[in-house]
């Protein structure tokens, strides 16, 4: 076999696929449909002479063979698009780009209005697409390059860049003047309290609904809904309670009342995720700039 014979769109298959453990995950990570997917895995067996993937629970898992190939493949990619990237440049003014970027809809609600200010004024032909994805697979997207950057709280996220934007804790929302917000309760009197509480949660956001469990909430929990958005209506309407991020909480208007217990791992980071692979792509790195300009504390 020589080197004339591999499509590099095989090669990207093969990382994806390593990288993924599923055909189908890694067909969707780089906009393929399943049978092409299948059909490229196959043209790259029958050149390399090897399963290089045989299936497993839940997926696929590697050959000796692929195993052996997979760092000089991801390897030789990160230079190509390296490469690639220092040679292109990036014209924010003139652009046309369309950047991809994770962030939830908390996400969205705190960075996108100033981003989308800061683009029109500097880049007034970029569009911006956020692609909301489950936790674990956002790695892989950001090194498939489905996603250019990923926004958020993202501990589990690992083998990418990373570049702290913010710090941030939970609170809990009310509607001004709620007889809970009245009292002067502190310290665990004030965790206790919170039974006196009914809840509306976001089924999407885990990290609040860990909070509610732990604290054995989960019988005040009287709404739980699929989107963020709807929570601060809601809360002004009813006397219900809702557990968010600061951040997000003050910036609503004076209808609210916001009250700070001392949760068991309240606190935590908002991180910028980027793919070593294109970490010198030109438009990559001007996004990650103007974003780190904007919220970086």
């Known amino acids: 076999m020589h080197l004339r014979d591999i499509d590099l769109n095989l090669l990207r298959?093969?990382?994806?696929?390593?990288?993924?453990g599923s055909v189908s995950r890694a067909a969707e990570l780089l906009d393929l449909t399943q049978p092409a997917a299948s059909q490229g895995l196959a043209r790259l067996r029958s050149l390399i002479h090897d399963p290089l993937f045989v299936r497993a629970a839940g997926g696929v898992r590697p050959t000796p063979k692929a195993e052996r190939l997979a760092v000089p493949v991801r390897e030789a990619l990160a230079m190509l698009?390296?490469?690639?990237?220092?040679?292109?440049?990036?014209?924010?003014?003139a652009s046309q780009r369309t950047f991809h970027i994770h962030m939830s809809d908390i996400g969205e609600a705190r960075f996108l209005p100033q981003l989308m200010v800061a683009l029109r004024e500097h880049a007034p032909g970029v569009r911006v697409e956020t692609r909301p994805l489950p936790r674990d697979v956002v790695a892989e997207a950001l090194h498939s390059g489905k996603v250019d950057v990923a926004l958020g709280f993202l501990p589990m996220v690992k083998d990418t860049q990373r570049l702290q934007l913010l710090k941030d804790r939970y609170v809990v929302l009310l509607r001004r003047g709620h007889p809970f917000a009245r009292k002067r309760h502190t310290g665990r009197a004030l965790l206790r309290a919170l039974r006196e509480l009914e809840f509306v949660a976001v089924r999407a956001h885990a990290d609040t609904l860990r909070i509610v469990q732990q604290l054995q909430l989960q019988d005040r929990l009287r709404l739980v809904t699929e989107h963020f958005m709807?929570?601060?209506?809601?809360?002004?309407?009813?006397?219900?309670?809702?557990?968010?991020?600061r951040n997000i909480a003050q910036g609503f208007d004076d209808g609210y009342a916001i009250v700070e217990p001392a949760f068991p791992q309240r606190e935590f980071t908002v991180s910028l995720h980027w793919s070593r692979r294109f970490e010198a792509d030109a438009g990559n790195r001007w996004l990650r700039e103007k974003?780190?300009?904007?919220?970086?504390?």
């Open 13 to 20: 298959l093969f990382d994806a696929v390593h990288r993924a």
């Open 291 to 297: 974003i780190a300009q904007l919220f970086a504390e």
């Open 230 to 245: 709807v929570l601060p209506s809601i809360v002004a309407a009813t006397d219900l309670a809702a557990i968010m991020p």
């Open 81 to 93: 698009e390296q490469a690639l990237g220092e040679s292109a440049g990036f014209d924010p003014a």
